[in-house]
């Protein structure tokens, strides 16, 4: 592995054609799986993969090779440490000059991405507190790589950090002051990354006169809205943690805060059985009782399931109504851009979605919407629409390589 940022560049053997130049590895650790992909310093070729059921019998390492062969590799009860040992040693010859690690919860100290020094990592493994299951695997990613390559720089770029410029009234809860001082309680807000990303596409596409305001729709498993006003987020939906907002695949989104204490009284149940409750059996999957997959719902729907029927429309009704009040953050309303697999493969989710914002004036191409699947760009709003609208698949693993490679001065920051 070359410790220096001298020039490297692979090419693939049978094609001659891609061109593998100073990579960076972006690496998505979550707490049963390892997202990689080795993105070229020019952004035109990556290798990509995925560690999946983590610490199971099946857990295997599922590989696209630079000439798009895919291998897989069985690492039976393997835990994050083996899977990071296997999938450093099937890069190492590529030679990537920096790890950029999509970090969660940066809490309120990191705006920006961040160079990965040892208060660094300390303040990642103490977030766990914010993000229990995210964070205490970031740190074990970041630890993984160092302990192999301790000369290669590494970048942890946090969720929550697009968000730091929110103002107050958006970031603050109306909840006594001391809670917000002394323990930082206050609204991060997540996807920060995906907001940027489709934010600054949607700005580079249009034809409007900038500056521009975007509401982003991420809508996947996780969804989040966010006001993205020349640049900045100025409100989103999630919160202190990534349960606020939106109806997600398993979690609530907003619920009435007496909640917890009315389950409490009336069933006895405990904080961590309404968490759980929250977090992995609500949203799609909670209302529908079928899954968290749209896909499934979408299908038993169409079969007249009552339950899949009243999920499609709790979750669209809910976004609608979310879009509305998002607007409020903003001097100017360009457009809404929908991304993440629900936002952009749904065209009938994104059409129901828009008849719930009924009195904005938004008119759209039935048949645009419609082609717009499957990673497809482009807008599909009629010439008559008050506001422009976009589909934007997300690119994190992009935006991650592109913000690590400022944060150690390999490009020069626009
Ligand atoms: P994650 O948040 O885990 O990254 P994704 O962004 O991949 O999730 O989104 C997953 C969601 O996208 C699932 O609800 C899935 O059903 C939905 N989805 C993916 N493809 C389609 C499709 N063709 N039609 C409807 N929903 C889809």
């Not at 966010?226 to 907003?254: C, F, I, N, Q």
Request: charged share 20%; with cysteine.
């Amino acid at each position: 592995m070359s410790d220096s940022l001298s020039n490297s560049t692979f090419s693939d053997q049978t094609t001659g054609t891609h061109q593998l130049t100073n990579p960076t590895l972006v690496l998505n650790c979550g707490s049963s799986s390892i997202k990689y992909a080795l993105i070229s310093e020019d952004e035109s070729t990556r290798i990509t993969g995925l560690a999946e059921n983590l610490g199971l019998d099946t857990a295997r390492i599922k590989h696209t090779k630079l000439d798009g062969k895919k291998i897989e590799i069985s690492i039976p009860g393997g835990r994050h440490k083996l899977a990071l040992q296997k999938i450093l040693e099937l890069l190492e010859q590529y030679h990537f000059i920096a790890v950029g690690h999509r970090g969660v919860h940066g809490g309120r100290e990191y705006s920006e991405a961040v160079r990965v020094d040892d208060h660094v990592l300390s303040e990642v493994k103490r977030l766990k507190i914010l993000a229990p299951l995210h964070n205490p695997a970031n740190a074990l990613g970041i630890e993984a790589v160092q302990a192999i390559y301790p000369d290669i720089p590494q970048v942890v770029v946090f969720d929550t950090a697009f968000h730091q410029t929110m103002p107050p009234v958006a970031y603050r809860y109306p909840i006594p002051k001391a809670l917000y001082e002394d323990e930082k309680i206050r609204r991060y807000g997540f996807h920060g990354t995906s907001h940027a990303y489709v934010s600054e596409r949607g700005s580079a596409l249009t034809q409007a006169k900038g500056p521009h305001g975007w509401l982003t729709a991420h809508l996947g498993n996780g969804c989040s809205a966010t006001a993205v006003y020349d640049g900045k987020s100025l409100d989103t939906s999630m919160g202190l943690t990534p349960l606020e907002g939106l109806m997600m695949g398993t979690r609530s989104g907003d619920v009435d805060p007496g909640l917890h204490i009315h389950l409490k009284r009336l069933l006895g149940m405990s904080l961590e059985e309404i968490d759980k409750m929250l977090n992995s059996e609500s949203g799609l999957l909670g209302i529908s009782g079928l899954s968290n997959d749209l896909r499934t719902i979408e299908q038993a729907a169409s079969e007249g399931h009552a339950d899949a029927q009243l999920a499609i429309d709790m979750f669209c009704y809910r976004v609608g109504k979310y879009l509305a009040s998002l607007s409020c953050a903003m001097p100017v309303f360009t457009g809404i851009i929908f991304t993440g697999g629900i936002g952009e493969n749904s065209a009938t989710t994104r059409a129901r979605i828009l008849e719930v914002m009924r009195h904005f004036g938004i008119k759209f191409d039935a048949e645009k919407n419609k082609s717009l699947v499957g990673g497809a760009e482009g807008s599909f709003q009629s010439a008559d629409s008050s506001i422009e609208l976009w589909v934007i698949p997300t690119d994190e693993e992009c935006r991650i390589a592109q913000e690590t490679r400022q944060a150690l001065g390999l490009e020069r920051v626009e």
